[in-house]
């Protein structure tokens, strides 16, 4: 004979998150531990932002530019990237990014991984898939990402269709060169197509990909991140 489980009771009043709530991101960090598993909340420039369900048209755009980081990862040792990972970014900062690619410490990273697994401070890059979410990709968690020292910043805005990439350590929008292609400055040899990442089109995506990761800079850019290995 089958039983029925019941339904969970939710966690008592100061154990959940709601949208604008303000906390520190220790608080923070202490009660979404604490929440189920499908539950998804960001604190950002210390007020709580608690994530919609994500529709096909976030996820099926997800995937192309996360193929792009990783196969830079690939051809780039010294580089990681990952997949909405939570970031402890700072004080009131403690978001979950849909992409980001960095440095790891050992290779003399701007971020650190902290004992239980998680990034601790800023990646060099952090890319958003903007659709629900455009307003608080382009703002708030802009202004928090520039704050904590993440250098460089991407945010596919689906509605748009269009490619953002922000410098924000100089704090001004970058374009993409002529032949359409977004050279990304942190990380050499990352070229990314904007048409092509627009359409989901991997072989286009790929072959410019190909040609940024055979240019001399991403080349001296990989012998400098193995010297930073050595001396560590």
């Keep these: 004979m089958a039983t029925v489980q019941e339904a969970a009771s939710p966690p008592p009043e100061g ?5 604008g709530d303000c906390m520190t991101r220790e608080e923070f960090h202490r009660i979404y531990k604490a929440t189920p598993e499908h539950f998804r909340a960001e604190l950002i420039g210390g007020t709580v932002y608690v994530a919609s369900p994500l529709r096909i048209r976030h996820g099926s755009n997800h995937l192309p ?10 051809s780039t040792l010294g580089t990681e990237s990952g997949d909405n990972t939570t970031i402890l970014l700072g ?27 998680y990034v601790e401070g800023a990646p060099e890059l952090i890319a958003e898939i903007a659709h629900s979410s455009r307003s608080i990709d382009l703002h708030a968690k802009r202004d928090d990402y520039a704050r904590y020292g993440v250098r460089e910043y991407l945010v596919l805005c689906l509605r748009e269709r269009q490619l953002r990439w922000f410098d924000l350590a100089a704090n001004q929008e970058m374009q993409a060169d002529a032949d359409g292609v977004f050279r990304i400055g942190v990380f050499p040899g990352l070229w990314i197509n904007g048409e092509a990442l627009m359409a989901r089109d991997f072989r286009r995506l790929t072959t410019t990909l190909e040609q940024g990761l055979a240019t001399p800079d991403h080349s001296t850019f990989v012998a400098g991140l193995a010297d930073r290995l050595a001396k560590e």
């Design 15 to 19: 154990q959940q998150l709601h949208n």
């Design 65 to 74: 530019l996360g193929a792009v980081f990783f196969a830079y990862e690939s």
């Design 91 to 117: 004080d009131e900062g403690e978001p979950q990014p849909d992409l980001y690619l960095r440095v790891p410490p050992e290779y003399g990273g701007q971020s650190g991984t902290t004992a239980d697994d």
